[in-house]
Each structure stands twice: as C-alpha cells, then as structure tokens.
C-alpha cells in the first residue's frame, strides 16, 4: 500500500469513527439538500481551487485582476482630467500585460472571462 492509499484508508477510517460516535448528527442543515455552487464556466482542473479561495472570501489573482481591468475601463469613462487619465491607462496597460503574460486563457474567451467575473463579485458583494 503507497502512502496516499495508507492516507486515504487512516481518512476513512476516522469518518467512519466519527459517524459511530454521532460526531456528525447535529450539524447545521443537516437533512436538508446541499446548496452547491454552479460551477460549470469554471474549467474542471480549477473548480476545487476556486472553491477553496472563494470559501475563505479570495478570488484567483487574475479574476481579481480582470475586476481591476473592468473598473478601469468604467472609470476611464467619466475621467476629464488628462492626466489622471494617462494614468489609469497606464495602469490598466499594465494589468493586461500582466494577464496576457500569465497565459490565464481569460484573453482567449471573452465571454467566460466576463462571465466569471461576474460570478465572483457576485459571490463577494
């Protein structure tokens, strides 16, 4: 037996401890359906870290970094002031210099980059 198999059993073995002593009995919503996220425009290999940092109220650097590109954008709309505005497209040139040299994919599909966004600063606000 590897070790991650010797890992796995010592893990059932403890839940299935747990279960015998009631340990789980008197959870919160217990009996009552998970509420699960969808997560379908998440690429399969990143959902479980998605998850993770959203549940501890992070979001992945780069869709934290496309929020930054999208409030830009709006606020280079309402900008008068020349410089300011120099400014923030410096900035946002830089961000997606950043982005494009992280090879995120987010670039390629516009469409789940926009959708993904979305779902995490809803998820936040």
Do not use: H, Q, W
Not at 34 to 57: Q, W
Not at 73 to 97: G, Q, S
Not at 109 to 125: D, P
């Amino acid at each position: 037996m590897n070790g991650l198999m010797l890992l796995d059993a010592l893990a059932e073995a403890r839940i299935e401890e747990a279960i015998a002593k009631g340990a789980f009995d008197d959870l919160p919503g217990a009996g009552r359906p998970l509420v699960l996220d969808d997560d379908r425009l998440i690429p399969e290999e990143l959902r479980a870290a998605y998850r993770i940092l959203k549940n501890a109220g992070f979001v992945p650097p780069e869709v934290e970094a496309r929020c930054d590109v999208a409030d830009l954008v709006a606020l280079l709309a309402t900008l008068d002031d020349d410089a300011a505005r120099r400014r923030a497209v410096a900035k946002l040139a830089l961000l997606e210099a950043r982005l494009e040299a992280s090879g995120t994919g987010f670039r390629r599909n516009r469409t789940y980059e926009g959708r993904v966004i979305e779902r995490f600063r809803r998820s936040l606000g």
